[in-house]
C-alpha cells in the first residue's frame, strides 16, 4: 500500500504552504505593489488545495490524534484551520490598496500554523504510527488507496 506516499504528500503540502508563505511575506514587504498581484492566487491556494489538506487533517487525522492524547493542539490547530480560511475570504474582497498587508498577515498566519503543526503535532508520533495512521485514514475516507494515492484524482492537482 502507498501508505508511505500518502504521508510524504502530507507533509509535501505543509512544506509548499511554509515556502509560499515564506516568499508572499517577503514580496509584501519588498514590493507591495508586486505582493498585491498575487492576492487571488493566494486566496485560490487556500480555497483550493490548502482547505483540501485542512479538511482531510480535520475529519481524518485530528480525530485519531486526538484518541492518542492531542485535543489541545488540535483545538489550536482548528482553530489556525478557521482564520486561515477567513483571511481567504478577505483576501477576495480586498482592494489593492488592501492587499499587500492582508496578502502579509495570511501568509504570517500560514507560516505560524504549518510551524505549529510540525512543532508540535507531526513529531508526536513516530514513522511506524503515522503509517498506521495514514492506513486507517485511507480505510476510512476512501479505501486502500486513500484520498492521496494512486488513481486520487487531484493528486497532482493539489500541488501549487
Known sequence: MPYDRMLADLFRDEDRARNMASRL??????????AARERLQLAEFIHGPMDKHMSYE?????????RRGLGEELQVAEKHHASIRQYADKLQAATAEQAPQLIFETARLLLH???FEC?????????????????????QESGPSGPFGPGSSDAASRRP
Open 113 to 115: 500554523h504549518t510551524n
Open 119 to 139: 512543532d508540535y503535532i507531526y513529531p508526536e508520533l513516530t514513522h511506524k504510527e503515522w503509517i498506521a495512521l495514514m492506513k486507517e485514514s485511507a480505510e
Open 58 to 66: 480535520e475529519r481524518f487525522i485530528f480525530p485519531q490524534l486526538a
Open 25 to 34: 511575506m517577503q514580496l509584501a514587504q519588498a514590493s507591495p505593489a508586486e
